[in-house]
């Protein structure tokens, strides 16, 4: 089995069963997020201990890459503070968007999405998730200093 056919099971394994995939209840911050592109919607919803995202989760509707993506990011980013996972961000930004890069093995399962940037209209399929939960990210930094 080539590394494309092993990536390719690992988006329709996380489509076909997302991981942390319902709402939370209790969350300390939610956001909505859509592409309208491809009709693609998500909610995130995160639990937070100081800067340090303990528990995420996601619900939503959407093309393959969104869903497995999302589902990938819930598992990669659990644990991370927002340092990390801004981090994290980038290099799969980059992994998406630059032809042939080389995905780093800090990348984990995460590695399997860059098949898509052969796809140049589906990148947003892939990065609506992370739009999403740092829309959260950013809501809840928002209400901690209006307290
Ligand atoms: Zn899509």
């Not at 995460?110 to 809501?139: I, Q």
């Amino acid at each position: 089995m080539d590394l494309k056919d092993l990536y390719r099971d690992v988006i329709l394994d996380h489509n076909r069963q997302p991981r942390n995939f319902g709402a939370l209840t209790g969350a300390d911050a939610q956001a909505d997020g859509h592409n309208p592109l491809c009709g693609d919607r998500l909610t995130v919803w995160v639990q937070l201990d100081g800067d340090r995202v303990t528990d995420i989760r996601f619900e939503g509707k959407g093309c393959a890459i969104s869903t497995a993506s999302a589902s990938l990011m819930t598992e990669a980013v659990k644990g991370k503070d927002k340092a990390a996972i801004q981090a994290l961000y980038e290099q799969v930004h980059a992994l998406l968007t630059q032809h042939n890069a080389e995905a780093d093995a800090s990348l984990g399962k995460l590695a399997a999405l860059g098949g898509v940037s052969e796809f140049p209209s589906r990148v947003k399929c892939a990065t609506l998730c992370w739009h999403t939960l740092n829309a959260a990210l950013e809501r809840s930094a928002a209400a901690v200093t209006t307290e």
